[in-house]
């Protein structure tokens, strides 16, 4: 059995990109990507350093055989899956120019995975800030929450910097992708 490592290592939801150019980084230090376990840790197996490109995709054709095959066809090999995103990876060797080492082709493309992680990822993590997370707040301050317990204040207090930070940074970030990309077409 081959020796594997463990990396704890957070990325948002809005750093995929980030995530890729990390994991290349590890393949190039002889780490190579055989899952990750939410929230944040990444196992990889020790082998030899080589230069792989490694692509995130978070889609809901994900389970298409066709659209597997297709990427499969192109030289990419599913090494993953983790809460919604599949890990593909290419060795860079095996391209003739840097746009193989692209896992969308175009513009809209990329375009559509960003509005459905805005769409899958942003929009329910509001709905729990504005269901659950605010009004339980705005309870533990009044003293209406369990008895006024401090613990539900600073729970729910972290809760709401945890979210608005998220909100700032992931939705920021995922907006101005957005942007950007529809500004392109």
Known sequence: MAETATIIKVFTIADFKEE????????????????????????????????VIYRLDYTSHAEDRDYQTMLSEFGWENC??????IYW???????A???????????????NL?????????????????CCV??????AIDGELFGA???FLWFFGIMFVLYVYLFIHCGGKLLRMKKELEGKE
Not at 80 to 85: I, T
Not at 89 to 95: F, G, N
Request: contains cysteine; proline residues 5%.
């Open 134 to 139: 605010l009004p339980n707040l705005v309870r």
């Open 97 to 111: 120019s840097e746009a193989e080492g692209e896992l969308f082709s175009d513009d809209e493309s990329r375009l």
């Open 20 to 51: 890729e150019v990390w994991l290349r980084e590890r393949s190039s230090e002889g780490l190579h990507f055989l899952r990750m376990i939410v929230p944040c840790f990444y196992i990889f197996e020790k082998g030899e350093p080589r230069d």
């Open 80 to 85: 993953g899956r983790c809460a919604g995103w």
């Open 89 to 95: 990876r290419r060795s860079a060797d095996e391209l």
């Open 114 to 130: 960003v509005k459905n992680v805005l769409l899958t990822r942003m929009l329910p993590l509001l709905l729990i800030f504005f």
């Open 149 to 151: 317990s401090g613990f």
